[in-house]
């Protein structure tokens, strides 16, 4: 935001916003705090279920990448921990247009988003079996055939959008145009991830997991410097799969997925992308089954085992 909100006579943070999964609150003109919610939300729609533990397994795994970045010398906005389910961090400002803000603007979030993928899954692997994406666009020989899982022969990145309703895929012009940013600095966010998703499988492959791919957000700090924002690395924004299995032929996944096919199994994906498509009224989300709660909730608190190496224990 560009403008903090009057201090509070007590001291408390400020609510400015919510978003899917956390509400964000103004602490001062330079800092907030992300408070993480057990919501969770797919196809860019809000479910109407909470998962025990979930928002409190987000900000710990989040606060973890960060300081593995801080490890290896990438600057972020993460600053501390300021309870079991909530972060404090550095505040830049959100503008839809960064080039409002002037020539070379800094202190603010770049509205993009950007993926990485490592393997054949996910809304890719949709899109190849659509033929909406060919072979050759993935680095592979043309005419190639494809299958679920497959090793991309490169990092495949993708930009989208991150301040509209739903993400809409972006050229790279379209982003340098939209974000404000120059072809060096693009450039230099996808080394950025490149070496953050390095020390990621470094740091998880011990625990038998394979990292398939993800989504990172930036911000330039008032130096004009870049810097990670957000959160990432977590089973909200990547997708893990457990390598053993892997080596057998299957994909054991520990990511949102588990999610997402739920509602592609139940007809409600389909339904939904229908209604898209056509322009008109989106279906309403349903709610999870009570029993795939509970087993979304353990998800969570095994994926942050998983990735951290720490045993997690509710702190309520």
């Known amino acids: 935001m560009s403008k903090s909100p009057p201090p509070s006579s007590t001291g408390e943070p400020q609510y400015l916003r919510r978003g899917k999964v956390k509400e964000v609150y103004s602490v001062s003109p330079t800092e907030l705090e992300f408070r993480f919610t057990n919501d969770i939300s797919v196809f860019d729609k809000h479910i109407p279920s909470e998962i025990p533990h979930k928002g409190e397994t987000l900000n710990r795994t989040s606060a973890f990448w960060f300081e593995s970045c801080r490890t290896h010398k990438i ?109 060096r600095q693009m450039d230099e966010l996808k080394e950025t991830i490149l070496k953050i998703d390095g020390a990621m499988q470094r740091e998880i492959a011990p625990r038998g997991l394979l990292h398939v791919d993800g989504k990172k957000e930036f911000g330039v700090d008032a130096d004009g410097a870049l810097m990670v924002v957000d959160t990432f690395g977590t089973a909200d924004e990547d997708r893990f ?76």
């Not at 279906?283 to 085992?305: A, F, G, K």
């Open 75 to 183: 600057p972020n906005h993460f600053l501390r921990l300021s309870g079991p389910t909530s972060m404090r961090v550095q505040r830049v400002q959100v503008v839809p247009r960064p080039r409002s803000l002037g020539p070379h603007p800094k202190n603010y979030l770049i509205p993009l988003e950007l993926i990485v993928r490592y393997y054949l899954a996910g809304s890719m692997w949709d899109r190849v079996r659509s033929g909406s994406v060919r072979p050759e666009e993935l680095g592979f020989p043309a005419g190639k055939h494809l299958q679920f899982a497959d090793p991309l022969p490169e990092p495949h990145f993708e930009v989208t959008t991150k301040l509209e309703p739903i993400d809409r895929p972006l050229t790279i012009e379209d982003a340098l145009e939209l974000s404000a940013l120059d072809r």
């Open 241 to 316: 799969w457990d390598r053993d299995a892997f080596e057998r032929g299957r994909q054991v996944d520990f990511s949102k997925e588990f999610v997402r096919q739920h509602y592609r199994s139940t007809g409600y994906y389909d339904r939904l992308m229908a209604a898209r498509q056509a322009g008109g009224p989106e279906p309403e989300i349903p709610p999870l089954p009570p029993l795939l709660v509970d087993e979304v909730s353990r998800l969570y608190t095994t994926v942050y085992q998983r990735l951290t190496g720490q045993p997690f224990t509710p702190s309520a």
